[in-house]
């Protein structure tokens, strides 16, 4: 018997709940071929191997996404916390930011999209709920803060959970809303940075962290999401954290320029 024989006899043996969730994530016909058939692995190969070997780079990459934005925005609270102070971050721009993930969010569910293609906007707009929160309590508007809260969750609730909840039509007009919301949020974080010569508070790990996401997203939403509002979105999003990892490797360490004023005075 060959490898691929013996390969193939194991591929062909799985567990039904293994086989389940792989035909969840990769359809019926791109799990026969890279999974029980393993097609990469025999000669010649079939015409199906291309476009599902896409698809699976896509998943891993969708997937990786998810996981890697459930910590994305640790270090932006950490940083807040350990300094208590809002320096060099928008409040205007997280909060429109925030509204932005949420509108998001809310068309990706509607529409059924697979989860490895939104997931992020989820945890993302959990840290930028608590970014915004540690924002206001540190510029001194902590009753601003507490009440902001049930405002924001029973917003989200009906948006995302409530059954039958908004039209899809509804759902999409937030989604375009999303993108001048977008263009909005990362708007006042540029000018702040350019007019203080200095980031702040706001951490490089995010940044950096935050334009890979949205690169790789943009590629994950070609191979999935037949939608051109949906790409619109991700890559002005790609383009605009590329303007803030721009500022980021420019004005790495400055002293901002107030402080720098205060100095010379």
């Given at each position: 018997m ?17 086989e389940?969730l ?28 291309a ?28 940083k ?8 060099g ?16 969010l809310?068309?990706a569910?509607?529409a059924g ?8 906007q989820?945890?993302?707009w ?5 970014v ?60 702040t ?8 508070q ?12 949205s690169?790789?997203?943009?590629f994950t ?15 002005l ?20 320029a107030?402080?720098k004023?205060?100095k010379?005075?």
């Open positions: 060959s490898l691929v024989s013996t390969i193939q006899k194991m591929t062909r043996s799985l567990p039904a709940p293994v389940q792989g035909e969840s994530i990769l359809g019926d016909k791109c799990y026969a071929v890279l999974v029980r058939d393993v097609s990469f692995l025999t000669l010649p190969y079939p015409a199906a191997l476009p599902c070997a896409k698809l699976a780079l896509s998943k891993i990459i969708g997937i990786g996404i998810v996981f890697a934005s459930s910590i994305i925005k640790l270090p932006q609270i950490a807040l916390v350990s300094s208590s102070s809002a320096a971050v928008s409040i205007a721009g997280t909060a429109l930011e925030t509204a932005s993930y949420l509108g998001m809310t068309y569910v509607g999209f697979p989860f490895s293609t939104y997931g992020e989820a945890f993302l959990i840290q930028d709920v608590a915004l929160l540690l924002l206001l309590v540190y510029s001194g508007r902590s009753a601003l803060a507490v009440g902001v809260v049930p405002v924001v969750m029973a917003t989200a609730y009906y948006l995302v959970l409530s059954d039958p909840g908004p039209s899809l039509a509804f759902r999409a007009t937030l989604q375009a809303i999303t993108i001048p919301l977008n263009l909005a949020s990362k708007i006042p974080q540029i000018i940075i350019f007019k203080n010569k200095s980031t702040g706001l951490s490089a790990v995010s940044v950096f962290a935050y334009m890979g996401g690169v790789a997203r943009v939403t070609l191979q999935e999401v037949d939608d051109h509002i949906v790409l619109a979105g991700v890559v999003s790609a383009l605009l954290n590329g303007v803030l990892v721009v500022q980021m490797v420019m004005y790495w360490g400055a002293t901002p107030a402080d004023d205060k010379e005075k």
